[in-house]
């Protein structure tokens, strides 16, 4: 038996869509934010099994990249749900509905 | 049963119960633990897929440094904890559940439909001089210089963005 790429490729689809499943239920703005970055990593994974099954670098540069704005969505989105959280005093996203009239 | 196939079932089977273990907790600070667990199975797993550097780097950028941003925003806002999780909307999250699953077994019957690994051969040699940190070194500054830049740019934009949205008055 060996480990062929469809096993890394249905491990990380199964990852993704338990962040899907993640987004669509929790209502903590946190939680919701932690299952993006399940996403982005399930999508990682597939970058890098790609890579290393092709014997190419270029994925793992692209993953390199995934990690850079990861980061910067992070700091930024988490600096939003501050800001939100100091007007409403909540991070519940179903009490949050300014933008809505 | 060589080393790889049980390396793979180990650490795929820990980052797979961690992720469901994230999104079913009611506490978050306990979410974000399971997070952080499914990252060190998901740098197992770069491991034995011989991608060293990315691996260090997702221990080091996910499991460490965002994972700290996140234990540190729930410290500063303690949100507090969700009901129980079928106990609100459950009609919704039924749904949601269906969604999901029903994607999953489309994306499975494509994998196997297409089964990639029919073309995709593992070449060992190619994909370990692929992961060293000197084929990537290379790759980077040499074709992919300004991506790499606006890389950089996106994270300094990004510092001053989130420095901005946190201060207490914008004047």
New interface residues.
């Given amino acids: 038996?060996?480990?062929?790429?469809?096993?890394?490729?249905?491990?990380s689809?199964?990852?993704f869509?338990?962040?899907?499943?993640?987004v669509?239920?929790?209502?903590?703005a946190?939680?919701v934010?932690?299952?993006i970055?399940?996403m982005l990593?399930s999508a990682?994974?597939t970058l890098?099994?790609?890579?290393?099954?092709?014997?190419?670098?270029?994925g793992?540069?692209f993953?390199?990249?995934v990690?850079?704005?990861?980061?910067?969505?992070?700091?930024?989105g988490?600096?939003?749900?501050?800001?939100i959280?100091?007007n409403k005093l909540t991070?519940?996203i179903d009490e949050i509905n300014i933008l809505k009239w | 049963m060589n080393l790889e196939v049980i390396l793979f079932f180990i650490f795929g089977f820990v980052a797979a119960v961690a992720a469901v273990m994230m999104i079913t907790r009611n506490n978050p600070v306990i979410a974000a633990l399971y997070l952080i667990l499914n990252m060190s199975s998901l740098a197992g797993l770069y491991l034995t897929l011989n991608a060293q550097f990315i691996a260090v780097a997702q221990v080091i950028v996910y499991a460490g440094a965002i994972m700290v941003l996140f234990l540190f925003v729930i410290m500063l806002l303690r949100p507090e904890n969700e009901k129980k999780f079928l106990e609100s909307n459950p009609k919704v999250k039924i749904f949601a559940f269906a969604v999901a699953g029903f994607v999953f077994i489309q994306l499975v019957y494509i994998i196997f439909f297409s089964s990639p690994s029919k073309i995709l051969q593992k070449n060992l040699d190619a994909s370990v001089k692929a992961g060293t940190i000197e084929a990537i070194g290379n790759e980077l500054f040499k074709n992919y210089v300004l991506p790499f830049e606006a890389a950089g740019f996106l994270l300094l934009a990004a510092t001053i963005g989130a420095i901005l949205l946190a201060k207490k008055k914008i004047e």
């Avoid at chain 1, 480990?3 to 249905?10: H, Q």
């Avoid at chain 1, 869509?17 to 993640?22: E, F």
């Avoid at chain 1, 669509?24 to 903590?28: D, G, I």
């Avoid at chain 1, 990690?67 to 930024?76: F, L, N, P, R």
Wanted: without cysteine; glycine residues 4%; charged residues 10%.
């Fill in positions: 038996m060996t480990i062929t790429i469809e096993y890394y490729l249905i491990l689809a199964f990852m869509l338990v962040g899907v499943a993640g669509l239920t929790r209502r903590n946190i939680v934010f932690m299952s970055e399940l990593n990682n994974l890098i099994a790609f890579a290393s099954f092709m014997g190419s670098s270029v793992q540069l993953v390199f990249f990690m850079t704005v990861a980061a910067a969505e992070a700091a930024v988490l600096a939003i749900i501050i800001a959280f100091r991070v519940n």
